[in-house]
């Protein structure tokens, strides 16, 4: 069916008697395929009406070049020419508060539901509730579904109905869960005939939205099955290619969490599922405590007196730290906007426990950097790393830069790749004494907790 849209731009009311239409409002799901919200949006009757809104509230505070910004920009690009051909339909691209732009949606269609897929991030569920009650005022449903995760929120819990704050008891009921139900994959293909036939909707180019394109780009998910076989053995060498780099195609849902886990299960890569499974364990973690990403999940390492020395930080964010695989691993991320997650460990390690800087800096330097930034898994790896999390390692752990070093880039393949001065007079003494710096940071931390 074609329907004409009232002029976009205009606000007018909904009283004319247009056939009702259904919106889909991609977010973190930028495919069309295994695609939850939208399948049932298909399947929901009336023509659908595809809608990505860029979100002031999420890009104000990004860099103009942001990688992630262009990465969806043109994935909404390859979209749009998904929807056109073959199925003559669109995308329509709004940038503004989403109220705003339903606001105008509700004037501008006659809107019988609005589907959607789960977004659990606190920013996220506060603006998806402003909707939900602002069509309500319009007497339209707001539908959203499962579609990030295979198990979201309260799915996998304790006896008593608690979260679990501990991985591998978590890890072990969402495999029984998962080995009972296995009903998360979908079954139906999309109605596509149902798409809206109407290819003149709304667009914008990247300066439209006040963005330019970043030279750094996100590479693709690795294909295949025969890296997964070597992946257990190779996933902790920097050096390697070791792992699936499908992080930032998870966070924006250009790969399905169905498709993925369901392959790697089928290939017998039971550590990799396991890597998986932190991704969905961390997710819970933060529905069920979203005051983590301000405060420590242990509240008595609040305590702790983080010397936050505004000069070292830069070294550490510069890659300048004198100790080679932080400073490699920070120069990767600068670059590139991925970092190894060894060295993810060593690098946050080395800012909390060598320099005595705030998890919370770091957490944030990497949520502006990674491609693959994540909010849950980011603030629930760095507090692991602090010792103040959930299932945290112990805060005597203190990763030794130069053993890491030793024992995963013993070639120096992976240090000398992004370190092109280590033996030049350009690159930097260790900003601080390793033996040392253990010292005062377990005394810090010993005198933290022995104040709570
Ligand atoms: C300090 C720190 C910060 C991190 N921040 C993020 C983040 O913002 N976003 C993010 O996705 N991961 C984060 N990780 C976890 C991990 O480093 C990355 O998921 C991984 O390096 C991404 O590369 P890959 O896709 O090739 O991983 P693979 O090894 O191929 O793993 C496949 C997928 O499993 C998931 N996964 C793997 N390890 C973890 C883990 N420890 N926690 C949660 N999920 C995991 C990811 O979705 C990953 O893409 C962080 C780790 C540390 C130590």
């Not at 929807?83 to 949606?105: C, D, I, K, T």
């Not at 964010?317 to 695989?325: I, V, W």
Request: with cysteine.
């Amino acid at each position: 069916m074609t329907i004409q849209p009232k002029n976009t731009q205009a606000v007018i009311s909904r009283s004319d008697n247009l056939p009702p239409v259904t919106i889909f409002w991609f977010r973190r799901d930028l495919r069309l395929e295994d695609n939850t919200g939208l399948g049932k949006a298909l399947a929901a009757g009336h023509p659908v009406v595809p809608i990505f809104i860029f979100d002031p509230n999420i890009l104000d505070g990004l860099p103009r070049d942001d990688a992630r910004v262009t990465f969806i920009f043109d994935t909404l690009q390859t979209l749009k020419s998904q929807l056109r051909q073959p199925h003559g339909s669109n995308l329509a691209l709004y940038h503004g508060q989403p109220a705003a732009v339903f606001e105008q949606l509700v004037h501008s269609y006659s809107i019988a539901a609005v589907y959607a897929n789960h977004d659990y991030e606190p920013y996220a569920r506060q603006r998806d509730a402003q909707i939900r009650t602002l069509l309500g005022r319009h007497r339209i449903k707001f539908l959203s579904f499962k579609d990030h995760v295979l198990f979201e929120t309260s799915e996998i819990v304790k006896p008593d109905n608690q979260p679990y704050v501990v991985y591998t008891p978590y890890m072990r009921r969402w495999k029984t869960v998962w080995r009972e139900k296995k009903s998360c994959a979908e079954t139906t293909s999309p109605n596509w005939g149902n798409l809206l036939k109407h290819i003149d909707l709304p667009s914008l180019s990247l300066a439209d939205i006040g963005f330019k394109r970043s030279a750094i780009r996100v590479p693709a998910a690795r294909t295949g099955h025969a890296w997964l076989h070597d992946y257990r053995d190779t996933r902790d060498f920097p050096a390697c290619e070791g792992t699936s780099r499908l992080g930032p195609h998870l966070r924006f849902g250009t790969v399905g969490i169905r498709k993925i886990f369901h392959e790697s299960e089928q290939a017998g890569a039971e550590a990799f599922c396991n890597e998986l499974i932190w991704r969905e364990f961390f997710s819970q973690i933060l529905w069920h405590f979203p005051h983590t990403p301000e405060s420590c999940f242990k509240p008595r390492f609040e305590h702790i007196a983080w010397r936050n020395d505004e000069s070292e930080f830069k070294y550490w964010c510069q890659g300048m730290t004198g100790y080679p695989l932080v400073d490699a691993g920070m120069r990767q991320l600068n670059q590139t906007g991925f970092m190894h997650n060894r060295v993810r460990m060593v690098t946050a390690s080395f800012l909390c426990k060598h320099l005595l800087i705030d998890w919370r800096w770091g957490e944030a330097y990497f949520a502006e950097k990674l491609l693959d930034y994540e909010m849950a898994s980011n603030v629930g790896n760095w507090q692991w790393v602090a010792g103040c999390g959930v299932d945290a390692a112990p805060y005597f752990r203190i990763f030794n830069p130069m053993t890491q070093a030793d024992k995963f880039d013993r070639d120096k393949r992976y240090i000398g790749a992004w370190i092109k001065d280590l033996n030049a007079p350009s690159y930097p003494q260790p900003i601080v004494e390793h033996a040392w710096a253990r010292k005062r940071c377990l005394d810090a931390y010993r005198r933290a907790l022995g104040a709570s």
